[in-house]
């Protein structure tokens, strides 16, 4: 494979990952509930989970961070519902160590049918890191 080959194929899976398709959560609608994507590791101690919180068709996106060094995070968090990004919020200081810092965004009132999830990025010393989802979830 060239080197060309090979970057097109990492830029492709980078966007991919960049944007999960919606729809991978629960296989039916959901009206209440927290849901967690997978908890990832950033800078070599710092973690973050992003959640999503459903109470009838609102959704809440929840942020969270734990760091175990030095460093300083600011942490993003917003709502993607049917691909629009709604319901952003930034969060400075995320300096907690257990059992960690929160960031949420507020209720976003979506109406029931549609995909949602939240999605959370860090800023550490300055740095953008990557993303962190959580499950895609079908509001009904």
Known sequence: MTTRRTLAAAALAASTLATLALGTGSAHAVTSGIYCGATQQFAGDVYAQACVSVSGTSVFPLLHVTNHGNH?????????????????????????????????????????????????????????????????????
Do not use: R
């Not at 995070?73 to 952003?88: A, F, Q």
């Not at 929160?102 to 300055?126: E, H, K, R, S, T």
């Open 72 to 140: 300083a995070i600011t942490g993003v968090v917003w709502v993607n519902h049917l691909g629009s990004y709604e319901d952003y919020n930034t969060c400075y200081g995320m300096t907690a160590s257990d059992p960690g810092s929160w960031c949420n965004a507020g209720w976003d009132p979506i109406g029931a049918g549609g995909y949602a999830q939240a999605q959370g990025q860090l800023v550490i010393d300055g740095s953008w890191s990557g993303k962190v989802f959580s499950p895609s979830e079908y509001i009904g």
